[in-house]
Structures are given as structure tokens and as C-alpha cells.
């Protein structure tokens, strides 16, 4: 099982919104309503910010939302700060008992 | 609160094994499905096995299949990875995560442990 695509790293000034996205296949994100997002600071464990495609668990910022479209996941920031720069993986269940994540997504607030 | 503390990682030869152990605290350990995610030096997370909230059900990452066994003991709270023929692209830190599944479905993971670096080298 390939590893979903994510850009290496995006950027953006504080308050601006950014989108993060994840790529994969009818087999993974485009076949199950199973993704979700992971911020990880470093030397940190990651995070759960979004599930179930676009659920905010209790804590998380209604700045941080998800989608999906296909076969391809979107995690948007919006009003970002300074905080919220880190790395960003998405996941997605890909049938037959397989588990995927994607690549990770450095992100920069300028 | 949730807690997961990961312990057993450490230096090993290229063909050694290892046993990581991950002590679960402030939910109901039987009732959630547990994983156990690798993380090598400066790279991304992968995953490398899940197990039910029984134990009856166990899958595995190709890359690991064959070499590392995962296993729970519920009446301890724990949850197990036995790591034999270890290789050098096994070292990674190793995160235990509390799984959301259902069927065999694992949907996301909504907890996670510090997690423990384990290193092969001769």
C-alpha cells in the first residue's frame, strides 16, 4: 500500500487561511468516509485534529476543518498562528485490513 | 485522563528482537482497539500493526509481517510488540495509539503515547 501524496510543505502569514491536501485512490480516501488529520510539533506524538473526514474532536480549533472530494482529503486552517506551525499527516483506512498515512506536510506561518 | 506509556526500545543488533510494551490508564482499555505507529529519524509516520479489542483480530503492515507479533493483555491494561530479525530500516521511534474501530475498521486513532526509539545497529 503506497503512501498517500502530500505536498512537502506550505506556507502562510498569521491570519491567513491555508489548505492542506492528501491524494490517494478509489481504494483508500475515495472508498471510505475513514480520514482523518494528525499535527505533530517536533519531538512531540502526534495529534488527532480531524476525523471522520471533517469531525473536530473536543479541543480542537473550529479553525482546523476537514473535507473530502473523490479521491482527495483537504485539511483547511484558517486565522492561522503561530502555534499551529508543525507537521501535518492525513490517514485513511484502504480496505482489506491496510492502514495508510500520508507523507507529512510541513507548515510555515511566515 | 487517557495515558499510554510506551517502554522496552533500545539499541540492538541487525537479527536481534526486542518486546515494547505500552501501559494503558483512564479509559477502558478492553473496550478500544489498539496500534502501534513507527516513525523513523526525520521521516513519516507508518503504520505497523493493529489488534481488536479481544485480540482475535491482528493485522500487519507488509513491511513487518512475518517479524513482529503484536498481542494485548487486558486484565494489565497492555498492549505488546515483539520485534524479531530486526533490521537496520526498523529503527524508528515506535508510538502506541488508542484506535477507533469497529468490524475490523480502524477509522482514526484519538490517543497516543510518547513513544519509544528503538535503534538497530551493529
Known amino acids: 500500500q503506497s503512501a498517500l501524496t502530500q505536498p512537502r510543505s506550505v506556507s502562510g502569514s498569521p491570519g491567513q487561511s491555508v489548505t492542506v491536501s492528501c491524494t490517494g485512490t478509489s481504494s483508500d480516501i475515495g472508498g471510505y468516509n475513514y480520514v482523518s488529520w494528525y499535527q505533530q510539533h517536533p519531538g512531540k506524538a502526534p495529534k488527532l485534529m480531524i476525523y471522520d473526514v471533517s469531525k473536530r474532536p473536543s479541543g480542537v480549533p473550529d479553525r482546523f476543518s476537514g473535507s473530502k472530494s473523490g479521491n482527495t482529503a483537504s485539511l483547511t486552517i484558517a486565522g492561522l498562528q503561530a502555534e499551529d506551525e508543525a507537521d501535518y499527516y492525513c490517514?485513511?483506512?484502504?480496505?482489506?485490513?491496510?492502514?495508510?498515512f500520508g507523507g507529512g506536510t510541513k507548515l510555515t506561518v511566515l | 485522563q487517557v495515558q499510554l506509556v510506551e517502554s522496552g526500545g533500545g539499541l540492538v543488533k541487525p537479527g536481534g528482537s526486542l518486546r515494547l510494551s505500552c501501559a494503558a490508564s483512564?479509559?477502558?482499555?478492553?473496550?478500544?482497539?489498539m496500534s502501534w505507529i513507527r516513525q523513523a529519524p526525520g521521516k513519516g509516520l507508518e503504520w505497523v500493526s493493529y489488534?481488536?479489542?479481544?485480540?482475535?483480530?491482528?493485522y500487519y503492515a507488509d513491511s513487518v509481517k512475518g517479524r513482529f507479533t503484536i498481542s494485548r493483555d487486558n486484565a494489565r491494561k497492555s498492549v505488546y510488540l515483539q520485534m524479531n530479525s530486526l533490521r537496520v530500516e526498523d529503527t524508528a521511534v515506535y508510538y502506541c495509539?488508542?484506535?477507533?474501530?469497529?468490524?475490523?475498521?480502524?477509522?482514526?486513532?484519538?490517543?497516543w503515547g510518547q513513544g519509544t526509539l528503538v535503534t538497530v545497529s551493529s
Open positions: 483512564g479509559f477502558t482499555f478492553s473496550d478500544h482497539y
Open positions: 495509539a488508542r484506535a477507533r474501530g469497529i468490524g475490523g475498521y480502524v477509522g482514526y486513532f484519538d490517543s
Open positions: 489488534i481488536n479489542t479481544g485480540g482475535a483480530t491482528i
Open positions: 490517514y485513511s483506512y484502504a480496505g482489506s485490513y491496510t492502514l495508510v
